[in-house]
């Protein structure tokens, strides 16, 4: 069936540090109801905001919008150390790719999942870290068609180092290796589907998980029940 994909903006959001806030939502055309839980299969959707809007927007200091102008006039691709994009997860709000300023002057990120997306100031960090809510959700069910049958770690690496990850069980054996790839909605994630190297649902229980970027290394644990 045909779907179109509708944006919203939300402006009773736009406070503080958010600049701007809109809602991304699928809709099946011939019913005119909302799909819920769409993702692409692929990295498919830009999230783009006009740097003049950014600019007119009130909510950045001076000093903030004189090196966005310096940015613009550079032809300078990254601009993450002033403004990000946040995507709501269900549960919070995480930081997605940092973005970056395309010919046009707009701001730009690609993801994979529809929901609700805030522009905003930040103030990033220097080293690798896990970003706030993550992982998320800290238990899954492998097993549950389409509910928390996952865990994601979103995170932030200023360094763009190389990012890895790996899953042990409690004795310290090794599960599997974790790496950005089809399953991940953004490039600063990883997930892990509650599934062995060989691709077997594993038993229940506490497991290990270890995110390395260069030298920094992200440790704790998520629990899977069935």
Avoid at 76 to 105: C, E, H, K, M, Y
Avoid at 198 to 214: C, D, E, F, N, S
């Amino acid at each position: 069936e045909d779907l179109e994909i509708r944006v919203a903006r939300r402006a009773q959001d736009e406070v503080d540090v958010t600049l701007r806030s809109y809602k991304y939502a699928a809709y099946n055309s011939s019913s005119n109801t909302e799909v819920a839980g769409f993702a692409f299969s692929h990295t498919g959707i830009s999230v783009q905001l006009g740097l003049g809007s950014v600019l007119g927007s009130g909510q950045l200091t001076p000093n903030q919008v004189t090196s966005l102008y310096s940015i613009a006039r550079s032809g300078a691709g990254s601009i993450a150390q002033i403004v990000s994009v946040f995507w709501s997860n269900g549960a919070g709000f995480v930081r997605v790719s940092d973005p970056v300023l395309t010919s046009n002057q707009a701001l730009s990120v690609n993801v994979r999942n529809l929901g609700i997306y805030q522009i905003r100031a930040v103030q990033l960090s220097n080293q690798f870290r896990l970003s706030q809510g993550s992982p998320y959700p800290r238990v899954i069910n492998p097993n549950h068609p389409t509910q928390n049958n996952r865990v994601f770690f979103f995170f932030e690496n200023p360094s763009n180092d190389p990012v890895s990850g790996s899953i042990y069980d409690l004795r310290g054996a090794k599960v599997c290796d974790l790496q950005i790839n089809g399953m991940s909605p953004t490039s600063n994630s990883l997930v892990w589907n509650g599934r062995d190297g060989q691709g077997a649902v594993v038993p229940m229980g506490v497991y290990l998980y270890k995110i390395t970027a260069g030298k920094e290394i992200a440790t704790g644990a998520v629990v899977v029940v069935r």
